[in-house]
């Protein structure tokens, strides 16, 4: 199994570019979240998702978008991008009961100059 | 609001010795779960141990042990026989009652440098 893949690893973007950040689990997971993770910092969640066609906001929202068309897959669009979004970006699922353990991908790592 | 305190920034132990990391949380929440995740310099989370609100025992998952004071609400984790390899960055996380969602609220972590 390969868990939760996020593609690309590493990207720098130019202040007002766009680009999406991609992500799919292969675990059957209702649940999908994305969080941001500044430098020395916790997590923020940005979106989540708890099942296709079902998204809202997190904590920190402001700049992003999301969408959920299938269970697999959870991009996140970032609009215009902006130097206070350079971050390390997880993208992570979990089942809908129990303990909840999120599973997280590797990490997207994001710099906007 | 749910909030997770973390309130070491960095913490050293001698390799082979135990270590506590603390974690304070809060909410209004009867029913929620605390949650250990460990992040190496190489960036993945890696989930440790999940303690429930409602589980009368602490947890315990090989070196990993989760002290667990509601009263206090607190979650501490406690490693024992540190490794060079328990070198990391450890987040403390609550999922607090039937949040839509099961979201986690993370504290900002804990740096432990293992010494040989």
């Known amino acids: 199994n390969a868990g939760v893949t996020q593609t690309p690893k590493f990207r720098i973007l130019k202040i007002g570019q766009s680009m999406t950040l991609q992500c799919a689990q292969d675990?059957?997971?209702?649940?999908m979240y994305w969080y941001r993770q500044d430098p020395g910092m916790g997590l923020k969640l940005i979106y989540y998702?708890?099942?296709?066609?079902?998204?809202d906001k997190g904590e920190v929202p402001n700049g992003y978008n999301v969408s959920r068309s299938t269970t697999e897959d959870f991009p996140l669009r970032l609009e215009l991008a902006a130097p206070s979004q350079t971050s390390v970006y997880f993208c992570?699922?979990?089942?809908?009961?129990?303990?909840?353990?999120?599973?997280f991908g590797a990490g997207s790592r994001l710099t906007v100059l | 609001a749910q909030k997770i305190t973390q309130t070491q920034p960095g913490m050293f132990v001698q390799e082979k010795e135990a270590v506590t990391l603390d974690c304070t949380y809060d909410?209004?929440?009867?029913?929620?779960?605390l949650f250990w995740y460990k992040q190496p310099s190489s960036g993945e989370m890696i989930f440790l141990i999940y303690?429930?609100?409602?589980?009368?025992q602490n947890a315990t998952e090989g070196r990993y042990s989760l002290n667990f004071q509601k009263a206090r609400k607190s979650a501490n984790l406690v490693i024992s026989a540190s490794q060079l390899g328990d070198s990391a960055m450890y987040f403390c996380?609550?999922?607090?009652?039937?949040?839509?969602?099961?979201?986690?609220?993370f504290g900002a972590g804990t740096i432990l440098r293992v010494k040989s």
């Open positions: 675990m059957n997971h209702n649940y």
């Open positions: 998702s708890v099942g296709a066609g079902i998204t």
């Open positions: 996380a609550m999922r607090a009652g039937a949040v839509y969602g099961n979201k986690l609220v």
């Open positions: 992570a699922s979990s089942l809908s009961s129990g303990a909840n353990v999120l599973t």
């Open positions: 909410t209004s929440d009867q029913s929620y779960g």
């Open positions: 303690q429930g609100s409602y589980d009368e």
